[in-house]
């Protein structure tokens, strides 16, 4: 008797074992008796032979077979359970989350029939003047007989009389796979390479068979994503598959336009507006080998392919690659070790590296490819600080910035200005008694929302309406401090009510197609004001912005996370690399309260590359990584008190078991310690051998696994965390 052990979607470190009666595969779907009820549940065989720690007589057998042959392609089946060992999250869940929703549902994995219509014996024989009373209905059959029906434009109800009078008929077929690799071709670029360009795409283009990481660093508008689609002509030319990555779904527009021009050939995307039976199309074209490029945001990393000769990662550096719930894996890391799998080329381009990315390029372990210059005519925009000490402020904007804007609009030119805070303002106070509106499930302030007229909670989400008077003591004198997109916008329409704005954060770019109608609105050029959070930072190409202008980012200056210095510089190098991308000159100015602040001082006047130089050698005499590893674990309750004991449980075990050289902090409150009603805790792990934790890791999830108080907490190990 055979054993199929089964992986399920539970946060459960097991696999479980069923009686296996009929044929079939690891990878494949299978349908199982779970739980007290029986309750039928989809789970995936695993492993399968005639071993079993349970007595055979009390498992319960395999009720239904899905597949015929396993959803996973074998290379990621190889990546799925290599990163399961290695991020330490339970298997099912983690093969659940790389298949579409729809065959987690139980959807078969094959192309849906297609309906079409067609004549009947009947039709072909008919007269046409029968028809002369319904002229539609004869117009339509006609160009049924002389195959011109996809000119015919008539409503689906003369397609239905037709039907009833048995003239037509609508029959089911399977369609054919498409072979898109017989009509590619290759539009030619008008844009002339530069010597780095040239050298890049020729070095890649050595190394197109086989497995290597590939950093190409390039300054802001030095034509990265030029160097890219020439490497994927190559790919495509010889009939292979490609795989592009980006961090924003607001970057696939941009990203999908230029390909299009370029390639004859099908490209799709995948991000998570689109619907699940959008995705699970382009999941089975891709397997197939129906489409030659996928564009998609951080879980398309597990889209399968018939044949991947590339994947691309755009703007590598980005924390957006990091998925921050549930089964917490790199997207980024793992697509590296995808291509490892698969032996093919994986390219990482940015102009603001990783710091773990440039060590790793240091160390040879990548190679290094830079684009110093940037393409065409274009020059490095001017940069500058703005003192606000003692300066007067309209929403955030100083009267000298406010010059700046007036004078780049009357040279009908667009200016972009940043501040990575949505919302009118960030706090409702009350101006008599001092009382702050707070979210009780997070105590955190709420952000008041003007045009919804709502308090909106930014880390759980929960809105409410906005009080009338203060709950403390009564007064009507509630007013809001500071400011956020909505409110600049707002001063912006004021100054300026004549000019166009656009405001594109999460708020105004959630609907669908939003942002592709911001995108084109600025395309068409003219006078025009942008602003924006961090969507408006990452890759987009203006080439009319020539005034950037940073309103508020000293928050990030003092932060007790020692990755916040890193973030700040490239969300700043990204941004000021929004201005003067092409002809016309670019000018950055940044509003600061802290104008000699040494981060600030080496980033105008040397760059990131200094940045990073000096970064990397303050964290190697730390000891933080890159030059150590951590991870994190998380514990959370409803009353404070179960998850600081259980982090205080695996610290005195770890103290006991492991070696010395591991260092632990903790436990201690997260940086938000409350959220939608949970305490939040953690414990910081830290060591200088990657192996060596991982053994750590291995030994302690055995360990929680029997003890009572795991029950009682909701827990979860983060590795390679990137926020602490």
Request: glycine letters at 6%; aromatic letters at 8%.
């Amino acid at each position: 008797m055979l054993i199929a052990h089964i992986a399920l979607p539970v946060p459960l470190y097991q696999l479980f074992d069923y009686h296996l009666t009929k044929p079939a595969k690891i990878g494949m779907r299978v349908r199982v008796p779970f739980g007290k009820r029986n309750a039928n549940a989809i789970g995936i065989i695993v492993s399968i032979d005639k071993k079993t720690e349970f007595d055979i007589k009390n498992l319960k057998t395999v009720t239904t077979i899905i597949d015929t042959e396993p959803v996973f392609t074998p290379s990621i089946w190889q990546l799925l359970n290599w990163a399961a060992g290695y991020y330490h999250y339970p298997i099912g869940e983690v093969l659940f989350h790389a298949m579409p929703i729809l065959l987690r549902q139980g959807h078969l994995a094959v192309k849906g029939e297609t309906k079409q219509w067609q004549l009947t014996k009947l039709g072909k024989q008919i007269d046409l003047k029968s028809l002369s009373r319904t002229p539609k209905q004869k117009l339509l059959l006609s160009s049924f007989r002389n195959n011109t029906i996809s000119d015919t434009n008539v409503s689906n109800a003369v397609y239905h009389e037709l039907q009833k009078k048995q003239l037509i008929e609508q029959v089911s077929y399977q369609p054919d796979d498409i072979q898109w690799q017989t009509n590619f071709s290759t539009n030619t670029s008008p844009i002339q390479l530069n010597k780095e360009q040239s050298y890049a795409i020729e070095t890649i283009n050595k190394q197109n068979h086989q497995f290597e990481v590939f950093l190409l660093e390039g300054v802001t508008g030095s034509g990265k994503t030029e160097v890219y689609l020439n490497v994927l002509s190559n790919i495509l030319a010889a009939g292979k598959q490609a795989l592009v990555l980006v961090p924003e779904i607001g970057l696939t527009p941009q990203t999908i336009k230029r390909f299009e021009q370029r390639f004859n050939a099908p490209i799709d995307i995948l991000h998570s507006g689109l619907t699940d039976k959008q995705r699970f199309t382009v999941w089975l074209r891709s397997k197939k080998g129906e489409n030659a490029i996928v564009v998609g945001t951080r879980s398309s990393l597990f889209t399968p392919f018939k044949d991947l000769g590339v994947i691309i990662i755009d703007e590598e550096h980005d924390s957006s690659y990091k998925q921050q719930e549930g089964w917490r894996y790199n997207a980024r890391d793992l697509a590296i070790i995808r291509a490892k799998f698969n032996n093919i080329p994986v390219i990482l381009g940015s102009a603001t590296p990783s710091l773990e990315t440039l060590n790793n390029a240091q160390n040879h372990k990548y190679h290094l490819l830079q684009l110093t210059e940037r393409a065409g005519n274009a020059t490095l925009a001017k940069q500058s600080i703005l003192d606000l000490r003692g300066l007067v402020l309209a929403a955030g904007l100083s009267q000298p910035l406010i010059e700046q804007i007036k004078k780049h609009l009357a040279n009908n030119n667009q200016v972009m200005l940043f501040l990575n805070r949505r919302g009118f303002s960030p706090l409702l106070i009350c101006h008599d008694c001092g009382w702050i509106a707070e979210c009780p499930r997070c105590d955190r302030p709420y952000t008041l929302h003007h045009k919804q007229q709502k308090l909106i909670c930014h880390y759980c989400d929960t809105p409410r309406t906005i009080p009338k008077q203060c709950p403390k003591c009564g007064s009507t004198h509630l007013i809001p401090i500071g400011f956020g997109t909505e409110q600049l916008e707002q001063q912006l329409e004021i100054l300026f009510p004549k000019i166009k704005i656009s405001r594109i954060d999460r708020d105004t770019v959630s609907k669908k197609s939003a942002l592709d109608n911001y995108l084109q609105s600025i395309e068409q050029g003219g006078a025009h004001i942008l602003v924006g959070t961090q969507i408006l930072a990452k890759g987009h190409h203006f080439p009319d912005v020539t005034l950037v202008g940073i309103v508020d980012v000293d928050g990030a200056l003092f932060s007790s996370d020692f990755r916040a210095t890193e973030r700040f510089a490239q969300i700043y190098t990204q941004v000021s690399g929004r201005a003067g991308r092409e002809a016309k000159a670019g000018q950055v100015i940044l509003q600061t309260y802290h104008p000699d602040h040494p981060l600030l001082n080496i980033l105008l006047t040397e760059g990131y590359p200094k940045f990073a130089k000096m970064t990397l050698q303050e964290r190697q005499q730390t000891q933080l990584p890159p030059f150590s590893y951590q991870a994190l674990i998380r514990a959370a309750d409803r009353n404070n008190h179960n998850a600081p004991a259980f982090l205080q449980h695996i610290h005195d075990w770890l103290k006991v078991h492991c070696d010395h050289t591991l260092w632990q902090l903790g436990p201690m409150p997260a940086n938000q310690p409350k959220k939608a009603g949970y305490h939040r805790w953690q414990l910081l792990l830290q060591h200088t051998n990657r192996q060596q934790l991982q053994r750590i890791l291995d030994k302690l999830l055995i360990i929680i696994a029997k003890w009572s108080e795991t029950s009682k907490v909701r827990w979860s190990i983060d590795v390679d965390p990137i926020d602490n």
